[in-house]
């Protein structure tokens, strides 16, 4: 699947409106959201990433440096040389601006989003920046992209911090997978994203189809990872994946067990036992 930027900005704009009205919303910002994190907090991370990735478009990070000084001229045209110091940044500029109000954050968000999103245009989602880590760059569409995945996963942690259900459309979760997830690990060195542990020893071939989305094909070869269309590799284990249900066990926000049990995660082929191994093969920043 070829996320199209036109789409992915509209679902991009619908999820910025729905995570800006639940934070409207919130009776408890002081809530436990993720890891760390309170309610408030996790929507103050998500405010700075609408500061981080729209500059990373206008090639200008001048906005990033004032959430986090200290990363200034330590990465190039890029914000962080390797990805695992991702989450280092991102408390550092959490604990580096005090407000908490959820109003004050849904309207830093709106504003952001809707000067993000004006500017786009065929052109414009066609070119390609210096991503987050020191030496990769993507497609002003994976920018796009990187902001769904962002506002849809911070939205979930957000509402269930609050008490809410927050359904995972499945056709954004395919353009946040397909679109930003599996381009920017492909981006990086094909060891970054992979757990060593796991994945020792390993060379195996999966095949995986996103439900409504395409076929990937993930080559892993003792440490390493290769993500390509599926060609002249023999396969090992084929998946079926529901791409709402994949999102969040990709980012740790649900164990792969349920999601094999409601069909969510099928595998078969010549080596199906593979397919419960294959969420631990990678790492999460």
Partial sequence: ??????????????????????????????????????????????????????????????????????????????????????????RSGVSGDTERDPTVLADRIEDRARRFLERLDAEVAATSHAWLVEG?????????????NETIVHGYDIARAAGRKWPIVRRHAAMVIEGFVFPVVSALDPRAMVDQQSAEGLRANFEVHIRGGGNHLFSYD????????????????????????????????????????????????????????????????
């Fill in 1 to 90: 699947m070829t996320v199209d930027w036109r789409q992915a900005a509209d679902a991009l704009a619908g999820e910025v409106a729905r995570v800006t009205a639940l934070l409207r919303s919130v009776a408890d910002p002081h809530a436990a959201a993720v890891g760390e994190w309170t309610l408030s907090e996790t929507a103050m991370h998500l405010s700075q990433v609408w500061i981080v990735v729209p500059g990373m478009a206008d090639d200008d990070l001048s906005g990033a440096y004032e959430v986090v000084p200290e990363r200034r001229g330590t990465a190039g045209a890029s914000l962080i040389t390797d990805v695992w110091e991702l989450g280092d940044v991102t």
């Fill in 136 to 148: 990769t760059t993507v497609t002003t569409t994976t920018l796009v992209c990187h902001l769904l």
């Fill in 222 to 285: 003792n440490g390493t990872l290769l993500i390509e269309r599926p060609g002249e590799r023999r396969v090992d284990c084929h998946l079926s994946v529901d791409p709402a249900a994949m999102l969040l066990v990709v980012w740790r926000r649900r164990s792969h067990w349920p999601a094999i049990a409601r069909g969510q995660l099928v595998a078969w082929g010549r080596k199906p036992w593979l397919g419960p191994r294959f969420p631990a093969l990678m790492r999460n920043p």
